[in-house]
């Protein structure tokens, strides 16, 4: 091998080698970006779960409301069958809407 020869191929190799190094810096830089963009995702990720968990609580809460709720509604109908003249029939449902005044006054405190 002459002279002219090694020293095409080590140029050749050296031009190879920076395209490698390049590769290599922006798949590295890549990488970085990916791993950031998966914290944000994670982090993401655990605030929908908190969002998520609340909203099954509020839900949870609101059922039982609505099965109190209901429950309210079968006394009443069954106090109201029982209520004979329409005279008691008013004066128990000035007391339901006094009881119900009260609870909505307590929720707003």
């Given amino acids: 091998m002459t002279e002219f020869q090694i020293r095409t191929i080590i140029d050749s190799l050296e031009v190879k ?3 490698l190094v390049m590769a290599y810096t922006e ?3 890549q990488l ?3 791993q950031k963009e998966k914290e944000l995702l994670k982090k993401k990720i655990i605030e929908i779960e908190k969002e998520n968990l609340d909203l099954q609580k509020k839900l949870n809460e609101q059922s039982k409301n609505f099965k109190k ?3 309210f509604t079968k006394i009443v109908t069954n106090n109201l069958k029982n209520a004979g003249d329409p005279a008691e029939l008013k004066e128990k449902i000035d007391e339901y809407i006094l009881e119900i005044d009260k609870c909505i006054s ?3 405190v």
Wanted: overall charge positive; proline content about 0%.
């Fill in 17 to 19: 080698l920076r395209k």
């Fill in 106 to 108: 307590q929720l707003s």
């Fill in 27 to 29: 798949l590295k830089d």
């Fill in 32 to 34: 970085k970006e990916s």
């Fill in 69 to 71: 709720s209901d429950k």
